[in-house]
């Protein structure tokens, strides 16, 4: 890697104002976790999926996708989301040759298995196959029921970040209830699983892309394995040197993720998420391991304490302003109600 990667030269279209609010509206009620979610932000970007399907996926035919041959379509299977699945991704891949691969990536954080993966992929495959269908009925009505017609491809693969070991079944039939008996009739289909903790860091580091740091950060569950991290000169130099700017941000967004889950102070996290957008990320690795830590989490609760004061204050007066009595009440005394009350002022 000697070039800095190319970002897309064409802006984004800019939203009205009613196509803002609408959108931002949206986004609140069904995906309300997704800025907690790094995950989100690696499968979100082109040049880290690519790197992901390129680098790690271990398949010949995804060995010379790019950036600009992935379309982000997401938003086209909302429907298909529930609450607890907001972080997952769809994504339209074409490969050489014109053909068309989608590719859903489920990310699991918790350390517990989600035993009903295969299901709810199943269930995915299927949305995005009937909608491939109406999509080409609408070009040419009846192309689905002739002989030629094929559906496209999907990859289906979880992205498991849990600690804990992934034990849940890799094939759908595993779950239906028939044995040998009804076999040749149950859907027989498996999805590719990539554990982040079954890579050594070695094994990271020889990969020498933005990603392979991106894993190594949302490893880290503690500040002893972050001291630990011996990461060698030449890859945080490469790596800092030739990201593009857009790579970086996301770099320092996952990492200020990472530090404040170690309960670092804000001004903290601010001053090494800043030197990874300075290109300074091997200052950011050494100069924390000069950080008094208990005194840093000290402050860092201070400060908490101090913001979460202040933030109730500010409901109150709301609350008092808007004359809703029997809502402050309720809000003293329930915790998940005043955490609610919180997003409906924007508090």
Not at 141 to 157: A, E, H, M, N, Q
Not at 304 to 325: P, S, V
């Amino acid at each position: 890697m000697t070039d800095k990667r190319q970002q897309s030269k064409t802006p984004p279209k800019k939203p009205n104002a009613s196509q803002k609010s609408t959108k931002k509206k949206s986004a609140h009620i069904s995906n309300s976790k997704i800025h907690d979610s790094s995950s989100k932000l690696i499968f979100g970007n082109a040049e880290l999926c690519s790197q992901f399907l390129r680098n790690y996926m271990d398949m010949p035919a995804l060995k010379n996708v790019r950036a600009q041959d992935i379309e982000d379509v997401t938003d086209r299977y909302i429907p298909m989301f529930t609450q607890e699945r907001n972080s997952d991704t769809v994504k339209r891949i074409n490969l050489p040759g014109k053909h068309t691969l989608f590719f859903i990536s489920l990310i699991e954080h918790k350390t517990k298995v989600d035993y009903n993966v295969s299901m709810q992929l199943l269930r995915y495959m299927v949305y995005i196959w009937e909608d491939y269908e109406h999509e080409m009925e609408k070009q040419k009505k009846g192309i689905s029921r002739t002989k030629g017609f094929r559906y496209p491809p999907i990859l289906p693969v979880v992205y498991y970040e849990g600690t804990g070991k992934w034990t849940a079944a890799y094939n759908i039939k595993d779950r239906i209830l028939s044995g040998k008996t009804f076999e040749p009739f149950t859907p027989d289909f498996s999805y590719k699983l990539l554990e982040l903790n079954s890579y050594s860091t070695q094994q990271l580091i020889g990969k020498k892309d933005e990603l392979s740091l991106l894993m190594l950060i949302n490893r880290l569950q503690d500040t002893t394995t972050f001291r630990k991290l011996n990461l060698p000169e030449d890859y945080i130099k490469n790596l800092s040197e030739n990201s593009t700017d857009e790579l970086l941000e996301i770099i320092a967004k996952v990492t200020a993720s990472m530090l404040r889950h170690l309960n670092l102070p804000e001004n903290e996290v601010e001053e090494f998420t800043g030197q990874v957008k300075e290109r300074k990320m091997a200052e950011l690795f050494e100069n924390f391991k000069d950080i008094d830590l208990p005194a840093a989490r000290k402050k860092a609760r201070e400060e908490g304490h101090a913001e979460g004061e202040a933030r109730f204050a500010k409901l109150t007066q709301t609350l008092l302003n808007a004359n809703r009595i029997d809502d402050l009440k309720k809000a003293l005394a329930d915790l998940k109600y005043r955490q609610e009350l919180y997003m409906q002022n924007n508090i």
